[in-house]
Every structure is written in structure tokens, then in C-alpha cells.
């Protein structure tokens, strides 16, 4: 198997494992929580990965923490929709919508010094 397979495949795994350990996680020390605060805490959770998944410089990690944070927050609306009033939902998806606007007008990661240089990255023929 290549790298660059297996890199896609590392990335799926940890977008995939994500949401389940965060409820997983949320749901042991949150016991006593009421449900709404669970899900407050998951979309957080959710929101964390995401802006760390942007800001991490390895590409497979970056990915997989991304799309993971993407995963949480729609699995979590999913499984709690009818349990939230409508300012609720309303208000909660402004959030993390102005959220995912903020972070990628913000720029997400930084580019390699060698990718400043004129004419990009030097590849190797």
C-alpha cells in the first residue's frame, strides 16, 4: 500500500472514530448532565476539532480532525433535533456557521516558507 493511501485511509479512520469517542467521552463524565448541556458540550468538542484540524500542519491529522469536528456537530444535530426548540437549532447554527466562516476567511494553515518562495514548491523530476 502507498503513503498516500494509507494516509487517506488514517485520515477516514480518525474522521470516523472521532464523533463516537467524543460522545462516548461526553456521555461518561456527563452522566449526571442534562441533555442539553451534553449537547452544548459536543458541539464544542466538535467546533475544537474542527479549528485545531485547521491549524494542524500534518496533512493526514488536519484532515482526520476536520472532518471529524464536521462529523460530531451534524451527528450530534441528528440525534437531538427534535429535542431542541426552534431558537435553539436557529441559534446554534448561526453559531457554528459564522464559525466555519470566521475560520476559513481567517486563512486556515500557513503556507511551507518554501511554498513563499516565487513559483511555489521546487519538485524533483
Known sequence: MNDDRRGK??????ALLLPLTIDEGVGMVGRNMAPRVQFYTTVVCGAVAVAVGMKTAVPVLASGLFFGGILTIVRNYYYNWGHLDDMTRLLTLLAALSLMVWLTMRGG???P???????????RR
Open 109 to 111: 494553515r500557513k503556507r
Open 113 to 123: 516558507a518554501a511554498a513563499k518562495r516565487r513559483g511555489g514548491p521546487r519538485r
Open 9 to 14: 485511509l488514517v485520515a477516514v479512520a480518525i
